[in-house]
């Protein structure tokens, strides 16, 4: 099969793009949690995007491990739904712990870092647990 481009690559690959053309053109230079911030927001909007236009990004690296016949079932569809609202969820953390990180100066700054692990390790966690819980779509 081949493999066709998905939309978190396109987005992503636009997304540094877009930043590449902004920092050269206006000789801009951000601090690394600038950097984060900038690209967890754009994460953020391509997948609550996703969401909006019904194509969760998670379907589509979901039909790459189960048979073609279960790509429009409905648990499939709806277990997406949740593990990319999870993943948006793990976005909006990001970004809140960044935006921290930048103006609230007497934060430490281990807190910030640990809440944007922790969502990461979350997400990762809960996209490994959520179709295994035994009511969603299996492999056959």
Known sequence: ??????????GTALLFAGLAIYAIEEGQSWSVIGIRLRVDASLLLIV????????????QYARESVPSSLWQSPQLIHANYVITGAWSLAFAVM??????????????????????????VGAFKFTSWYPQRGDSVQES
């Open 48 to 59: 609550l995007i996703s969401l909006m236009v019904g194509r969760p990004f998670t379907l």
């Open 95 to 120: 970004v809140i712990a960044e935006l921290a990180l930048l103006y609230v100066t007497n934060l430490p700054r281990q807190v910030g870092v640990i809440t944007i692990v922790l969502a990461l």
């Open 1 to 10: 099969m081949r493999h066709a481009p998905k939309i978190l690559e396109i």
